[in-house]
Each structure stands twice: as C-alpha cells, then as structure tokens.
C-alpha cells in the first residue's frame, strides 16, 4: 500500500501561508487537514477555498472537526446544526475521512474551549457510541476519533485506549494518534510515553498528529504542566519514539504536523517549522513500508434510535463540574465532591488547577 502521506493542518493566517509556501512550492505537501468547523459562520477567502477545493479533487484533503462535542450528556440543536453543515461541507468537497475529539465541551463559550476529559463509564461510552453513530450516519466517509491531551488522573490516561477502542468497536471506527497529546500525558503524569502508546489499539491508528507545544509554571512549584498548544516545534522525544510509532501502526495513512497559523511570526520560526517537516519526512522515507498491508474499509449499518441518547444525571454532573471549575472553587472541595460519573478523589490537584485556568481563559465574564 506505501508509505503515509505526508501533510499539514491547514490554517487560514497569512503567517502560515508565508510559512508553508516554499513546501507547496516544492509538491511537498501530499495532504491537508482542514477544521472545517472553524469556518461554519465565516466565509472562506477565495485562495483557502481554492487550496482546499484543489486537494480535495485530488483525493488529498482529509476533515478534522473541533466542535461537535462527542460527550455531552444532552443532545441540543447545536450538535443538530454542527451535523447539517458538515452534510453541507461534504456535498461541497470531498474528504477521505472526517475526525474529531475525544472529550465533551458544555461550556457557554464552546466554540473557543478544549473539550474535557470523560472516565471509562458504561454510561459515559453509550452516549459517546450514539454521537459517533450520529456523526457516521451523516457521511458516507470513514470517522475517527482523536485522543485527548489533558487528563485528570494517571487512571484515565491509562485507560484513555481502551475507551477509544470500545468507542469505536460498533462502526468501524478508527483513530488519530497525537503523539504531542501523549507527551503531554508523559510529562504531567511521569509515566513512559511507550508505556501509554502501548495500551492504545494500534491497528487502528489511521492518522497521526504531530506537534509542539508549552509549559505552564506549576501552581504548586512541584512541576511544570506540559500543555498542547501547538506553537512550538515538536519535541525530540517525540521525533525519537516517531520511527516506534510507525512501525506498529499497519493501517496508519496520514501523518500531520500542526501549528497555529498566528505562532509562525518571525524568520527564526518559518525555519524551525520547515525543519521539524523534513526531519519528519526523513524519518517516514527511512522506514520500509512494503510489508503494510492496510484494511479497506466498508461503511456498516447502524441501528441509530430515532431519538438521541440522553442521561439528565451524567448532564448534571457535568454542568457542576463545568461551573466549579469556572468558579475556581477549592481544590479540595471539587475532589471530596460525591461525582457519580468523574472519580474526582483520583484527581491530580495540579490538572484541577490547570482546567480552572484553560476555562476561566475562554470564559471570562
């Protein structure tokens, strides 16, 4: 089947155009990943559209959604509209397979947060099962799920492969392997980032993310958090373990590096960027892709209820959590909580922390 394509998460910001020129100059760039959620109630400047409408006619766009919210606990109009524009976007152009995140996001600011983290509940993975079902049903392209880089406990990122592999065992879903995402969890949680990757599925993995990304100074002094905020370039225990990665992952297609358009703003910058995409290159050239023999894939029927799958107990609890960790309420408090849903007691006081900070900054009124 070959070796994976090798491509970017497409960003509008004339900083990352500038940036990426001399790769599309050079036919570099076998495939783009656009978020095309983050353009629903924007219109698309002629050049992006032509960019995006050239790749998909040549089977070299792929789809990533940010807002959908596979979690949330109640179905609401919002996550109907978000699935009637994506209808739209694909009768627009065509993409080789849509994606989103792990995670739910209720807050009021949605389309400006990072969706929180869920534990392994046979509660928490039937809605998540019904909202990909959801997401399936309304393509005809194959639908994967990426995994979260912020946790609250050593336990869920352990069992984060698990979840996405019981996730998408119904529709044969697949995955996104972000391996910045991973090295966040490694360093939050002092756990090897191989030991992390080996509880995931690997023969599911069909895409993966590269990135870099920052360190929040520590509220406590005991360490720093490690965040994913893509404005940095990746990591070299990230590069080390990548020929690992890839050698395990037989489904695997694409391999994408991500980077905020606004964070490329200085020479300095544009050259570490197009540096970290040839290391990368060097690196997938340098394996033997012959023995990969990738699964096709056919779209199953799903019996989806007419009515969405809803639980007013689990909503509950995640509207409190949202708003304690709005509130920035004790510590303490949130933790000795009586959560049927979140095991809070298992919580790192530091990522507790770390949350109140991430919602308080998309939230701030």
């Given amino acids: 089947m070959g070796k994976p394509l090798l491509g970017l998460s497409m960003m509008a910001e004339a900083e990352f155009v ?17 978020s095309f959620d983050t353009f629903y109630n924007a219109e698309e400047p002629g050049w992006l559209s032509d960019l995006l409408n050239f790749y998909a006619g040549n089977n070299r766009l792929i789809g990533h959604g940010v807002y959908y919210s596979l979690f949330d606990a109640l179905w609401n109009e919002r996550q109907e509209i978000w699935l009637g ?36 509940h046979s509660k928490t ?38 979840f996405l592999d019981k996730l998408t065992e119904d529709s044969d879903g697949f995955l996104i392997l972000d391996l910045h995402n991973i090295y966040c969890q490694a360093c939050n949680f002092k756990v090897g980032m191989e030991d992390i990757i080996k509880l995931y599925p690997l023969n599911k993995i069909k895409e993966i993310h590269l990135s870099g990304g920052s360190w929040q100074e520590s509220i406590y002094g005991k360490k720093p958090i490690r965040r994913d905020t893509h404005d940095d370039i990746i990591p070299e225990e990230i590069l080390s373990i990548l ?14 590096i991500e980077r905020l358009g606004h964070t490329i703003d200085t020479e300095e910058k544009r050259s570490d960027f197009l540096d970290d995409f040839r290391k990368v290159k060097m690196i997938i050239d340098s394996m033997d892709w012959k023995i990969f023999d990738r699964n096709s894939w056919i779209k199953k029927e ?14 509950d609890e995640q509207t409190l959590l949202t708003k304690l960790l709005f509130d920035h309420v004790n510590v303490e408090s949130i933790k000795n909580h009586e959560f049927h849903y979140f095991k809070t007691k298992d919580w790192d006081p530091e990522m507790i922390l770390t949350a109140q900070n991430i919602i308080k900054k998309w939230n701030p009124y």
């Fill in 125 to 162: 993975l039937e809605i998540g099962k019904d909202r990909l079902h959801r997401l399936q049903d309304a393509v005809q392209v194959p639908v994967g799920i990426e995994n979260l880089a912020f946790s609250f406990s050593l336990d869920d990122v352990m069992e984060q492969g698990l």
């Fill in 243 to 256: 020929p690992f990665v890839l050698s395990q992952c037989k489904n695997l297609e694409y391999v994408i």
């Fill in 18 to 34: 500038s940036a990426v020129l001399p790769l599309l100059q050079s036919n570099s760039v076998e495939v783009f990943e656009w």
């Fill in 302 to 315: 799903i019996k989806i209820s007419k009515k969405p799958l809803e639980d007013k107990g689990l909503y």
């Fill in 85 to 120: 524009k994506l209808r739209d976007e694909l009768r627009k152009r065509k993409y080789n397979h849509i994606t989103e995140h792990f995670g739910f996001m209720n807050t009021e600011n949605f389309h400006e947060g990072v969706p929180l983290p869920v534990s392994l």
